[in-house]
């Protein structure tokens, strides 16, 4: 019966493994789980866990993780050290795996636990997995494989020691063929021939290091759902055609059952986020979810402003759709009890399920995160926002219309502030923002000298306004508007008494002073005064 050990799971990795060191004693150790540690907000280490390093920066904290680590029971850590890691770790009780440095901790995460999931499958008694298919696929071929979906994402790939190039690791590492080799691609026609054929294509170019290639259209139903591929030679050729010929078929279904599966617990988990966010009940909430219905929530926005760098290729989602898509992997990377709903508009929302591994101050940091990870991977500007921490399912709804409500505040700020907020850190603005919205159907708050004097632009009653309005942002503190307006307290002075003159309002009366600054913040002038104007 197959088992996940520590050896089994460094087969899997295959070439994104650089170094480990590991002895005997500890290739048969089990892994059950893939944990990251950092730390500041990882999750806690457990027996049998392989242990992504993300927060060991220098030798040291290797050290002491590798130390955290062995206390804890766990089975293995990774690493990044571009020059190997200290001796001190890698003699220690828990064997140290090093990996690529440009290969990303999510990614990782998600190789390790796909890997682990899959053999969990299969020691149920369940079908063969894809990883199965493709190791047992390169076998016969006598080379190394990939498994690809439609849109030439990577879904799985053999692990045995035959020879790779710089191709085949960059696709593994982006988990899709870069770029520059899908132009070359196109422009080749192998793109047209692998739709027209029934028989693998051999792919070919003139690029210093890279092997050749043949690849056959894997077809269900009438149409292709994906692309099997495997690296050869000229000896070879013929010989692996007819695998690979005779594979496609089967490997075609393993690819639909694989996919099928992904998509009913994605569709769940789409469902769940939108019910939970209409306020309805959630069968199932801890299975999808990893929270009961009184545990805490919070409601998280995303909003990418711009396109990007360009489109995608085609089929590839927008931006909304990418930030959505990238959200997903990153809080599932980070094992957060979190669910993304579907996007239907300009906005991403996304459900957090509160708790000891995810408080609320947690969930402000993972805005942030997310924002800037998005913004990085993708070149988008992203705002972020988060809505009030309700303590139950029940209140989702309220939460999610305080993150839109943020949003917009968010959106009404063109300055160099802040692209993420909390409510309770912009609620007096949110509470602005809702009252402009009711002054606009408000008859008499449309009224009166100062909307007359808004609506001017003549420089005279811009400048009034203008210091009007600060000199009540700072409740009437003289000293604190001019500093404010670049000018002398005594033009201040002068200024406030001319708009008392000139609207008949007396800035002392209390209800007069209120109604002034409600209209002078609801309603902004025509343009904004340059400092000392």
């Known amino acids: 019966m197959p088992i996940s050990t520590v050896e089994w799971v460094i087969d899997q990795l295959g070439a994104l493994v650089l170094h480990h060191d590991l002895r005997p004693d500890q290739a048969a150790v089990p892994v059950s789980r893939v944990v990251i540690d950092d730390p500041e907000h990882g999750a806690p280490l457990s027996p049998g866990c392989a242990v992504l390093g993300v927060g060991t920066r220098t030798d040291d904290e290797l050290v002491a993780l590798v130390d955290r680590a062995a206390a804890a029971g766990a089975a293995m850590v990774f690493a990044k050290r571009s020059g190997g890691a200290d001796p001190r770790a890698v003699t220690g009780p828990v064997p140290v795996v090093e990996v690529a440095a440009d290969l990303g901790w999510e990614q990782l995460h998600v190789f390790v636990r796909t890997a682990l999931l899959h053999l969990g ?100 139903g009438g149409r292709t759902v994906g692309l099997l591929w495997a690296i050869t030679d000229d000896e070879h050729e013929a010989a692996a055609a007819r695998v690979m010929a005779d594979a496609a078929p089967d490997v075609a279904v393993e690819l639909l059952r694989h996919l099928t599966a992904d998509a009913t617990l994605v569709t769940d988990r789409l469902a769940a986020a939108q019910q939970l966010l209409d306020g309805a009940r959630v069968p199932h909430l801890r299975e999808l979810l990893g929270a009961e219905p009184t545990d805490g929530f919070v409601a998280l926005a995303l909003r990418p402003r711009g396109p990007g760098p360009g489109p995608g290729a085609p089929g590839e989602p927008d931006p909304v759709g990418r930030t959505a898509q990238f959200a997903t992997v990153y809080l599932d990377a980070f094992r957060v009890p979190a669910l993304v709903a579907p996007v239907t508009g300009t906005t991403v929302d996304i459900v957090v399920g509160l708790g000891e591994q995810t408080p609320a101050a947690r969930a402000r940091e993972l805005l942030d995160e997310l924002c800037a990870r998005t913004q990085a991977t993708f070149g988008l500007e992203v705002l972020g926002a988060l809505g009030a921490v309700v303590p139950d399912v029940r209140g989702v709804p309220g939460s999610r219309r305080d993150a839109l409500a943020v949003l917009e505040v968010l959106e009404a700020d063109d300055g160099p502030g802040s692209r993420t907020a909390g409510y309770d850190e912009v609620q007096s603005q949110v509470a602005l923002h809702e009252l402009a919205r009711r002054v606009d159907g408000a008859e008499h708050l449309g009224r009166g000298p100062i909307p007359r004097l808004l609506a001017s632009t003549a420089k005279p009653d811009l400048q009034l306004v203008e210091t009007v309005r600060a000199y009540l942002d700072t409740a009437g503190d003289v000293g604190h508007a001019a500093e404010a307006l670049g000018v002398h307290r005594n033009t201040v002075r002068y200024r406030v008494s001319k708009f008392e003159s000139a609207t008949g309002l007396d800035l002392d009366d209390p209800t007069a002073r209120l109604v002034a600054h409600v209209q002078l913040l609801t309603r902004p002038a025509h343009s904004n005064l340059p400092a000392g104007a």
């Open 121 to 220: 499958e299969a020691r149920l008694g369940g079908p063969r997995t894809l990883f199965d298919v493709a190791n047992t696929i390169a076998v016969l071929v006598d080379g190394a494989v990939v498994i690809e979906d439609e849109h030439l994402r990577v879904v799985a790939y053999s692990s045995l020691d035959h020879p790779i190039d710089e191709a085949r690791r960059a696709t593994i590492l982006g988990r899709q063929i870069p770029d520059r080799y899908v132009q070359q691609i196109r422009e080749a026609g192998i793109t047209t021939h692998l739709t027209s054929s029934a028989e693998p294509v051999r792919f070919d170019i003139d690029d210093v290091g890279m092997l050749p290639r043949l690849a056959i259209a894997l077809r269900a």
